[in-house]
C-alpha cells in the first residue's frame, strides 16, 4: 500500500513540475570548490550556459514541490537534503565523483533524486540505459538515462550505509515523453 501511494505521490510531482519549472537559473558549483582556492575561482569562473541555467532551475523546482508533497505525505517525518550532494564513488577513475541533485530521507526509505529539465521529446533508446532526446529543433540524440545516472550513486550508498531503509533511485523529469517508460534502477 505505501508502495502504491508513493508512486502516486512521485506521479503527481512529475506532473506538477512539468508544469512550474521555470526556465532559468545560476549553477551554484561554489558550494564544492575549495574554499582556499575560491578567491582566485571567482576571477576565472567560466561563465553560467544556458544548459547549467536550466538545469539549475529544475532542480530547485523540484526540490520546492519535493518538500510540499513530503510534507503532505509524512508531515515532519523526512528529511530533505537542501542542495547538491557530490559522492567520491569511485577513486582513481577518470570520472571519481558524483553528483547527487537530492537525497530524501523518509520513513519508507531513503531516495536518491536526479533531475533533468530537458527540452523537447524523450523516449527509449535502444539499450535499457539510454534514451533518446529530441530537441525542438527535430535533431535526435542519445543520452545516458538518468536511471542509469543514478544506479552507480544508489549502488554506493548501498555500500556505505546499513541496511536500515531501502536506498531507491528515482528520476523526475521536466520534459515531454514520447511514451511512458517504468524501469526499476
Avoid at 126 to 135: L, Q, S
Wanted: charged residues 20%; positive net charge.
Amino acid at each position: 500500500m505505501s508502495g502504491l501511494l508513493l508512486l502516486l505521490a512521485l506521479g503527481y510531482l512529475g506532473y506538477r513540475l512539468s508544469k512550474l519549472a521555470p526556465r532559468t537559473r545560476r549553477r551554484a558549483w561554489g558550494r564544492f570548490r575549495d574554499p582556499a582556492a575560491t578567491a582566485t575561482a571567482t576571477t576565472t569562473a567560466k561563465p553560467v550556459t544556458r544548459a547549467q541555467a536550466s538545469g539549475d532551475a529544475g532542480e530547485a523546482a523540484v526540490h520546492a514541490e519535493l518538500h510540499r508533497v513530503l510534507s503532505w505525505l509524512c508531515g515532519e517525518n523526512f528529511h530533505l537534503h537542501k542542495g547538491a550532494v557530490l559522492i567520491h564513488h569511485a577513486p582513481g577513475t577518470a570520472f571519481s565523483t558524483a553528483e547527487i541533485d537530492h537525497v530524501v530521507v523518509a520513513p519508507f526509505g531513503i531516495f536518491v533524486i536526479e533531475t533533468k529539465n530537458w527540452s523537447g521529446t524523450i523516449a527509449p533508446g535502444a539499450h535499457r540505459d539510454e534514451i533518446v532526446r529530441t530537441g525542438q529543433d527535430g535533431v535526435a540524440e542519445v543520452r545516458r538515462s538518468p536511471l542509469a545516472q543514478n544506479r552507480t550513486k544508489v549502488t554506493f550508498l548501498n555500500e556505505k550505509l546499513p541496511r536500515v531503509w531501502p536506498i531507491e533511485g528515482l528520476a523526475v523529469c521536466n520534459c515531454s515523453l514520447a511514451r511512458i517508460l517504468v524501469t526499476r534502477s
